[in-house]
């Protein structure tokens, strides 16, 4: 069975997307190996601040080792054995478009298959999106090809299609204020295929890419089917029968 947790923003301390990645491991983290691949974040110019204080705020969820890597850093054979060292395999944001690539390119992307079923995955934006089969669909209607043609690649596809269904993450975050509710709702008929809009304090929990994800949050989320229509949000959740 998987074990995935696809996020939109990093794991806070004491929220209820850490309470989901405990969950997940099943042991304390100061007795849990983690990894990180950077892929994603390094082809994109400018300032790394942020990156650099997510990942001290990783590192400070206290796990037993906090390896550091990105697919192209070694020979497959090396990079392999680093991945399967670790008890949780975080894949970092960025571009989700070369991070996809980057698991292809290498070779590495059956093993990251194999890896889905052993290991437990955390993604953190682009880290989460690289597993619908919409991938490409997604980003032509959508209309997000300068970053491929910027990166030179030639093709759009995921690391692995295992989703029928889509991600978008980071819905209602300051630094991006054009996604709003009304945004999401203008995307979500394009598709077709549903789709999840998550703020930075929800994620979905997968442990079968066949079935529906769970949803965990402290925050703002809206699920789509594949006609568009709002099928899901936080606020019916909040009111829905127990």
Same mark, same amino acid.
């Given at each position: ?121 955390? @993604?953190?934006?682009? !880290? %989460?999106?690289?597993? #619908? *089969? $919409?991938?490409? =669909? ?89 006609? @568009?229509?709002?099928? !899901? %949000?936080?606020?019916? #959740? *909040? $009111?829905?029968? =127990?």
């Amino acid at each position: 069975m998987m074990r995935m947790l696809l996020a939109s923003g990093p794991v806070r301390d004491e929220s209820a997307v850490h309470a989901a990645l405990l969950d997940l491991i099943g042991r304390p983290l100061g007795e849990t190996r983690s990894v990180v691949v950077l892929d994603a974040m390094l082809p994109l110019s400018g300032d790394k601040t942020t990156m650099l204080e997510h990942l001290r705020d990783f590192r400070d969820l206290g796990w037993a080792e906090c390896d550091i890597l990105t697919l192209q850093s070694g020979p497959p054979a090396l990079i392999e054995q680093r991945l399967r060292h670790a008890d949780v395999i975080f894949g970092y944001g960025g571009t989700n478009h070369w991070l996809a690539h980057a698991w292809r390119s290498t070779g590495l992307a059956a093993l990251l298959r194999e890896l889905l079923d052993e290991k437990v995955y955390l @993604g953190l934006s682009a !880290g %989460s999106m690289i597993f #619908s *089969r $919409h991938h490409e =669909r997604a980003a032509r209607e959508f209309g997000d090809l300068d970053e491929p043609r910027m990166l030179g690649l030639d093709e759009i596809a995921p690391a692995l299609p295992l989703l029928d269904w889509y991600l978008a993450p980071h819905l209602g975050a300051d630094y991006f204020p054009h996604q709003t509710d009304a945004w999401a709702a203008g995307l979500a008929p394009r598709l077709g295929a549903p789709m999840w809009f998550l703020d930075d304090a929800s994620a979905l929990i997968v442990r079968d890419p066949d079935a529906e994800p769970e949803i965990v949050s402290d925050g703002h989320w809206l699920h789509f089917d594949a006609s @568009g229509a709002l099928v !899901g %949000s936080d606020a019916s #959740s *909040r $009111h829905a029968p =127990r």
